[in-house]
């Protein structure tokens, strides 16, 4: 039979402060070790530490020396939740860290915020509209000075500052529907209509489109394509018009199966990389000469051996404006300002890239 400490008596024994101490082996040092090495009370210390004036000069210097001697560091969370101040956190939520987008994202909101001291809580969600709202929920708890948020679904209402102690939020990617927050958007059917018009500048009138089921970004990608053909006066063949394709293999197997058809297209647009990635798949397995044009940079794009039409863009700045619209709002709440400022919906441009193959090397 194994012996065991008698826990609950050791957890009511109080423990003393005499003399010089030092941290338990078992845990960090805490705030009353501090201020026992120092030869003063506990709260004390705490105002030395915060630099509080009523705290004499030589009295702070040995609470300083105290607390480097021990390695002590204050828990700003814990002492935040106690006082309701800033946590100096932000939230992110995003539904896919292994989608580069999100990466790319999360890099531009902690480059942003990093100049301001503020940290960022990363929250993976998989797209999951349950797992979304219990990730800002945990985080509203947790007293974050805001939130940015890639939402997931139609529903927003849960992330509507009002039911959210008023904490300020922002959402990226997606507009805002029925609250009211700031979001950051891409161009998606500016993009889309651009990249479109230039296959048609080129002759093309058969051009299929691609992509995922919809959502709204890839709703305004095929708005952006049909109001390029409608432009031109080109009648789209539905037959062309494909978007439930969410890897790179079902894109790749409806891209062959388009190629195959009677009149092929002679051009497609692409809706985001994995489609992309998947016609580049069929073109090259059937020996096409269709041209590929997608939505979305991806990294040894000019590697694949084909000629590419890239809509691109920078979502690192989609990071750092979403880090800005939201401490603005953070600084507002901070001031207790009543009036707010209207509401803003910040667009980020794209460009449209061409990719050449690289020239075969001579053997």
Known sequence: MTNEPNVGTEARRPRQDRGTASPSDSSAPTLRDVGARAGVSTMTASRALRGDASVAPDTRQRVLAAASDLKYRRNELARNLRTGGASGMV??????????????????????????????????????????????????????????????????????????????????????????????????????????????????????????????????RLRGFRSALNKAGIQPDERLIRWQQRDVASAARVAEQVLTLPDPPTAFFCANSRNTLGVCRAVQRLGSDAIVCGFDDFELADMLGISLRLVTYRTEVMGERAASLLMDRVDEVRAGAGERKPLRQSTIPTALTRYTPLARRAT
Request: hydrophobic share 45%; glycine share 10%; proline share 6%.
């Open 91 to 220: 939230g992110l939520v995003v539904p896919n860290l292994a989608n580069p987008f999100y990466s790319e994202l999360a890099l531009g909101v902690e480059t942003a915020l990093a100049q301001r001291g503020t940290k960022v809580v990363l929250s993976n969600t998989g797209g999951d509209a349950r797992r979304e709202r219990e990730v800002v929920e945990d985080l509203v708890a947790r007293r974050m000075d805001g939130i940015i948020v890639v939402p997931t679904g139609g529903d927003q209402s849960h992330l509507d500052p009002a039911r959210l102690q008023d904490t300020p939020v922002v959402l990226a990617a997606l507009p805002a529907h029925e609250i009211a927050v700031d979001c950051v958007l891409l161009d998606d059917f500016g993009g889309a209509s651009e990249a479109t018009a230039s296959l048609i500048a080129d002759g093309h009138r058969r051009i299929a489109f691609l992509g995922p089921p919809a959502v709204w970004t890839i709703s305004e």
